[in-house]
């Protein structure tokens, strides 16, 4: 009986290797559905997602009519909807990867429980419809302000230091309350990955004119700022010896980014431009001669209006003086380190470039 013959597998042509290689290695296209695309940190976020191959899609919700088209977002699926809505969310969610929460209200004419609604009540929204729709991540625009300004909190703040309302404003009040409230929900739900991103105030050049001043308010504001920067002699101006961080609109899309993507694990991350600026520094970059003063008055005086219990004389805006009562600086190193993330810009340059775009 002649021996059995031997059979040889077909080899795989080069071409069909090569198909096989790329169809094996070539991940699935993310879909990043994005809460209040149309503010500043949409506008450091999205045009990144528009030009990362990694986005495949993205959905922007938000109330206001807005056409992506205008600012060439070719990727983004826009549709008009309020964080009130939970059913809404829920069906805005359901094909997404990761959701980016950056609603929210910071000032304006709403009143406070309006305020409340959409800040607190639409974020827990947010998150529940994306546990709802079985989303992988939600990254959150949380704030240094959820530190509060305590006498006791340490310079710099690390992640390690907890988050805690402040006495008197309610956007740092709120900020704390939802870092909280999220994390629960995140132990209900440990299969939604939480990423909190704590900037400090943010600049670029869509900060020229916030979204909740009016339009004429907005014009004078530019007009103002950039007569300031044109004026042939510098003008004495008080400078208090208080120390500030800021961070670029573009470093804060970098950061969203790289949560979005899960390039480091879940938590809280503190973001922040490089560098520190005082008083006479922010004199000089507006084109103006500082008269430094003391800034241990001023920051007593900011806890003083903070500390009254009821004060109806005080007007609401009379809240951020909060703010300046004790130094929020922040040390972002846990970013660079597991994020992987570094910012482009320093605080100063931050400062440079928005003021650039008030020219």
């Known amino acids: 009986m002649p021996p059995a013959k031997k059979t040889t597998p077909k080899k795989k042509s080069t071409a069909a290797k090569k198909k096989t290689a790329t169809t094996r290695r070539k991940p699935r296209k993310l879909t990043v559905a994005v809460t209040g695309p149309t503010g500043t940190f949409g506008f450091g976020l999205v045009p990144l997602l528009q030009d990362d191959d990694r986005i495949g899609k993205v959905i922007g919700i938000a109330r206001r009519p807005f056409d992506p088209a205008e600012h060439g ?7 008009e909807g309020d964080v009130r809505d939970e059913a809404a969310l829920e069906e805005a969610f359901r094909d997404a990867d990761v959701v980016v929460h950056l609603a929210f209200m910071i000032t304006g004419t709403a009143d406070r429980g309006t305020t409340r609604a959409i800040n607190v009540d639409g974020t827990l929204n947010a998150f529940r419809a994306a546990a709802a729709a079985g989303v992988d991540r939600f990254v959150y625009a949380s704030s240094v302000a959820a530190y509060g300004f305590h006498s006791d909190n340490p310079v710099p703040l690390t992640e390690e230091w907890p988050t805690r309302p402040a006495t008197r404003l309610f956007y740092a009040q709120e900020k704390a309350e939802l870092e909280q409230l999220l994390g629960e929900e995140a132990r209900a739900h ?14 670029g050049p869509h900060t020229v004119g916030a979204k909740d001043i009016p339009g004429p308010l907005e014009a004078i504001g530019r ?38 993507v899960g390039a480091g694990p879940p938590g809280a991350y503190n973001i922040t431009g490089d560098g520190v600026l005082n008083g006479s520094d922010l004199v000089r970059e507006m084109g103006l001669s500082p008269v430094p003063v003391p800034g241990g008055p001023i920051r007593a005086a900011a806890r003083a209006v903070s500390a009254i219990p009821t004060p109806p004389f005080v007007p609401p805006a009379a809240e951020w003086l909060e703010a300046i009562s004790h130094p929020a600086i922040m040390d972002a190193s846990k970013a660079k380190r597991e994020l992987g993330w570094a910012p482009s810009y320093t605080s100063r340059e931050a400062l440079q470039d928005t003021l650039a775009a008030a020219r």
């Not at 440990?190 to 600049?203: F, G, I, S």
């Not at 007009?223 to 500030?244: H, S």
């Open 73 to 79: 977002w070719t990727k983004m699926e826009y549709r």
């Open 190 to 203: 440990p299969e939604l990955k939480l990423y909190l991103l704590r900037p400090p105030v943010v600049l």
């Open 223 to 260: 007009g103002l700022a950039g007569a300031v920067l044109r004026l042939p002699v510098p003008l004495p101006t008080v400078a208090p010896n208080l120390v500030v961080q800021f961070i670029h609109e573009d470093d804060v899309g970098s950061a969203f980014l790289q949560c979005i």
